[in-house]
């Protein structure tokens, strides 16, 4: 299985100035195995995603095919063949 991953552009430098990742699965994976196998490719790029606990940063938004992962399961949010994961961190201003 195959899954998606869209990165927003101030990610794309911590994973090669990539804008689409692609990852294969065995069928019944999780957000969180999507990201472990992330990291395993490009370590900066975790480092932006996930805390020193391995939670997901609360300043960076999941989204499971356009659904806010928060919403459904965390990082434990089921991922199926297919599926488009996009990762857009928050943006504030003042």
């Known amino acids: 299985m195959r899954v998606v991953v869209l990165l927003a552009g101030v990610l794309r430098p911590s994973a090669?100035?990539?804008s689409r990742l692609e990852v294969d699965f065995a069928a019944g994976a999780t957000l969180g195995a999507v990201l472990d196998?992330?990291?395993e490719r490009y370590?900066?790029?975790d480092r932006r995603l996930r805390d020193e606990h391995?939670?997901?940063r609360r300043y960076v938004n999941f989204?499971?095919?356009g659904?806010?992962?928060r919403r459904l399961d965390g990082a434990e949010?089921?991922?199926g063949p297919g599926v488009e994961i996009q990762i857009i961190?928050?943006?504030a201003g003042g």
């Open 16 to 18: 090669d100035g990539k």
């Open 37 to 39: 196998r992330l990291a």
């Open 43 to 45: 370590p900066a790029l």
């Open 54 to 56: 391995g939670g997901l």
């Open 63 to 65: 989204y499971v095919d």
């Open 67 to 69: 659904e806010e992962c």
């Open 77 to 79: 949010t089921p991922v």
């Open 89 to 91: 961190p928050s943006v």
